[in-house]
């Protein structure tokens, strides 16, 4: 990130529509930077688009949209614990730099696996329905 010739907010924020706007911006950063996050909305959003197809009850609905936001909240915390190594190493590779992001990616990874297994409980019996 370069602030050059950008005025910086420092300090507690005390207007709420500020943090929300920070907030924001902070998701379309996410979303603009890291292509995995692109690919967990779409998937995430064809996952919606069946749910609407199969009718589901409420409790899949609560099950897949917390499935969903789970994975683009981790996606979120992933970039940010990335972002935050590469700041401390200036982009220079370091062990404990290497094991923060990992790290970060495995709770990704673990929680995408819980979204595709939310999924298949949802969806498989519905799809085997259609066939049989």
């Known amino acids: ?3 050059k010739g950008k005025k910086e907010d420092i300090g507690k924020n005390k207007h ?3 943090s929300v706007e920070f907030a ?3 998701i379309k ?3 603009h930077d890291e292509r995995n996050m692109r690919a967990h909305t779409i998937l995430g959003g064809v996952a919606i688009v069946l749910g ?3 009718q589901l009850n409420r409790w899949e609905w609560l099950w897949l949209l917390l499935s969903i936001f789970l994975v683009i909240v981790m996606e979120i915390i992933n970039t940010a614990f990335e972002n935050v190594v ?3 190493t200036d982009f220079h590779f370091h062990s404990i730099g290497k094991k923060i992001k990992d790290m970060a990616a495995g709770a990704v990874l673990i929680t995408a696996l819980f ?3 939310v999924a298949c409980f949802i969806f498989l ?3 085997y329905q259609l066939f049989f």
């Open 16 to 18: 709420f529509i500020r």
């Open 24 to 26: 924001v911006t902070g």
């Open 52 to 54: 609407l197809l199969f």
């Open 115 to 117: 979204a595709l297994i």
């Open 86 to 88: 590469d700041m401390i």
């Open 29 to 31: 950063t996410v979303y």
């Open 125 to 127: 019996p519905k799809i």
């Open 1 to 3: 990130m370069d602030y």
